[in-house]
C-alpha cells in the first residue's frame, strides 16, 4: 500500500473493563498503524474510562452522562471521526495482527464497496464462526449465514452481504455521510438490535455494496453485553427495530408484500411464546408492534426523506444480492429456538 488512509475505530463500551485488555492490546500489536481510537464509554460504574487514560493514552475518550446504547453511542463516536474509514468494534474482542490492513486492502481493490465486516470466529471457540453475515428472507426474519458452523475452507470467499455484523465491520465516511438521517447514521431510537441492518440497508439503496473479508480475522466473546440483559428487553428492541427498519426502508412493493407476512409472524412468536409460558416475552412482541403503530407519523416521515434522498437502487435491483430464500426446516428451527443452515 502506497499511502495509508487513516482508519477510525469507535469502540462502545458499557462495563466492559474485563475485555478491554484483550481487544487494546491486540490491536496494538496489528500492523496497520495509521489509526485513532474513539472510546465512547456509556456511563460505566466500574475503572474502563480510568484503564483507558492509563494505558492507552492516546486514545480519545467520550464519556456519556447515561447508557444510551449501542446505536446513539456510535453516532457519537460517528460523529468525532477523522478517518477516511470508520470501524465499529466491539469491545469484546480480539484482533489478529493483518485484520485492520485486510480490510483496507478490500476498499482499495472493490471501489463500489461501501463496507466489509471481518471473518468473526468465538473468543472460546475459535475454529467457529460466530456469523459470516446475514441475509434478508421473505418473512422479514435475518439468515444468518454460517452462524455457528465450524470454520470450513467453503467460507474463505468473498461475498456480498445484507448486513454486516455489528461486532466489527468497516465502512467509507463518505457512505456513512451519504446514508446518514438527520446527522445519525444509527437510528437513535435503537438503543441495541438491528441498528447495523437498517443503516446497512440504506449503504445497499444508495448504490454500495457490503460484502464479507474473510482475510481480516477476529474474534468476539459472543453475547458478553447481553447477557446482562433481560430476554424480553432483548425481544422488544429486536422485534420495535425490526419493523421500524422496513416500514423506513422498504420501497412501495417489498413494504406491500414483506410487512404483512412479517407482522403475522411476529404475531405467531408471540402466540408460541404464550404457548410456553413466557408472557414477558409475548408482551414484549406486542409492545414492539404497539410503539411502532404511535411513532408511525414519525417512521414516515424519516422514510420519506431516506426514499427520496438516499434511494438510488430499486428493491427489484437489490433482491438477488440481499435476499435469500431458505427452506421451511430453517424458519422451524428458528421458530423453536435453534438455527440452521440451508
Known amino acids: 500500500m502506497n499511502h495509508a488512509p487513516l482508519v477510525s475505530i469507535i469502540i462502545v463500551n458499557w462495563n466492559g473493563l474485563r475485555w478491554l485488555p484483550d481487544c487494546f492490546g491486540s490491536l496494538k500489536k496489528q500492523n496497520y498503524r495509521n489509526y485513532e481510537i474513539i472510546f465512547v464509554d456509556n456511563a460505566s460504574h466500574d475503572s474502563s474510562v480510568a484503564w483507558v487514560r ?95 458452523k465450524k470454520n470450513l475452507k467453503k467460507y474463505d470467499k468473498q461475498i456480498d452481504l445484507y448486513t454486516a455484523k455489528g461486532a466489527c465491520m468497516m465502512f467509507r465516511k463518505d457512505v456513512l455521510d451519504r446514508v446518514s438521517v ?34 481480516s480475522v477476529i474474534y468476539h466473546k459472543m453475547g458478553a453485553t447481553s ?74 416521515m424519516i422514510r420519506k426523506y431516506i426514499q427520496s434522498h438516499i434511494r438510488v437502487v430499486s428493491d427489484k435491483q437489490l433482491s438477488g444480492k440481499i435476499l435469500k430464500k431458505p427452506g421451511i426446516r430453517y424458519y422451524w428451527y428458528s421458530l423453536t429456538g435453534t438455527v440452521t443452515e440451508y
Not at 483496507?104 to 463500489?112: K, Y
Not at 403475522?264 to 408472557?279: N, S, V
Open 182 to 215: 438527520q446527522g445519525d447514521i444509527f437510528d437513535p431510537d435503537y438503543f441495541a438490535y438491528f441498528e447495523e441492518s437498517d443503516m446497512c440497508h440504506r449503504v445497499w439503496m444508495a448504490g454500495y455494496r457490503i460484502v464479507y473479508a474473510y482475510k
Open 227 to 300: 447477557k446482562h440483559m433481560e430476554n424480553a428487553f432483548i425481544e422488544y428492541h429486536s422485534f420495535k427495530n425490526r419493523i421500524r427498519t422496513y416500514v423506513k426502508n422498504f420501497g412501495p412493493l417489498w413494504l406491500l408484500t414483506f410487512l404483512p407476512l412479517h407482522l403475522m409472524l411476529c404475531q405467531m412468536y408471540a402466540f408460541m411464546d404464550l404457548l410456553r409460558g413466557k408472557i414477558s416475552l409475548m408482551m414484549a412482541i406486542e409492545r414492539a408492534i404497539v410503539w411502532n403503530i404511535r411513532n408511525l407519523r414519525e417512521t414516515c
Open 54 to 148: 492509563r494505558y492507552f493514552p492516546s486514545t480519545k475518550i467520550i464519556i456519556n452522562k447515561e447508557n444510551l446504547g449501542f446505536a446513539d453511542a456510535n453516532n457519537i463516536g460517528y460523529r468525532a471521526a477523522k478517518g477516511e474509514f470508520v470501524l465499529f468494534l466491539n469491545n469484546d474482542t480480539r484482533v489478529s495482527k493483518t485484520f485492520l490492513r485486510e480490510l483496507v486492502r478490500v476498499f482499495e481493490t472493490n471501489h463500489d464497496v461501501g463496507g466489509v465486516q471481518s471473518k468473526i470466529l468465538l473468543m472460546d471457540k475459535p475454529d467457529t464462526h460466530d456469523s459470516v453475515g446475514s441475509f434478508l428472507t421473505p418473512t422479514g426474519f435475518l439468515y444468518h449465514y454460517g452462524f455457528g
